[in-house]
């Protein structure tokens, strides 16, 4: 982490606790992380139980995303929710491009780049994601997968510099258990920052650089104390608002 950036410590449910345990759960992150004042907090709860988290979550110090969103405003999409629906929700960030989605609901460069846009347009602050899979990482493809997926929005968030993150999250260690190490983690980490210096100084500067796949309380120091890593999105571990809370607690620690 580098203290030039408010460490972002977000958490992604994805298809679990929609009703009245995502409540309880947003609770009990809400009440343990409450003096963590060092660092920001979201949680991306389903769309079931954005409403009601958004609710419990009022005076506390934990924003809320969504983990998908529609480009079109409106219109004859069954099945989908548009940035308008989410902000009217109470979101202010939404979670696009997440490996799941691009590799099981057809999200591509493309797709991504113009949600990325739509979400910097309306004001919702989009946590972008990024990162290769093992068999790109073992034929020594990981920097040019990661840089090819971040040209795609990399000068769309650049019209808002810091209002975007971006999240670094290998495929292979997402809810697997195995963690890139610090120096994996620092040197794609680093590759971005570069990418995003061509653009502007200032981009490169305020944008932060989440790590995420298979981030719990063993492994936060190390991944966090790397200077181009501002936080995590964190999947298994946010599901227990007691290692989230560690994550945070770590975090808050080093900045
Ligand atoms: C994720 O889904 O974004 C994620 C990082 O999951 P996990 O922490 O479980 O690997």
Redesign the pocket.
Known sequence: MNAARRALISG?W?MNNGGASGVQLASDVARAMASFSSIDIVVAPPFTALVPVVAALKGTRVEVAAQNMHPKDKGAFTGEISPSMLLEAGCKWV?LG???RRAMFGDTDATVAEKTKVAMDVGLRPIV?VGETLEERERGDTLNIVKRQLNAFASIIADKPGWAAV?Y?PVW????GKNAGPEEAQEVHAMIRARLADISADLAAKTRILY?????PKNADALLRCPDVDGG??????LKAEDFSKVGEIAQSIS
């Open positions: 992604n994805k979670i997440h490996s799941e994601c999240a999250e260690a997402i809810g697997t995420g796949g298979s981030l719990s999105l964190i999947g298994g571990a946010a």
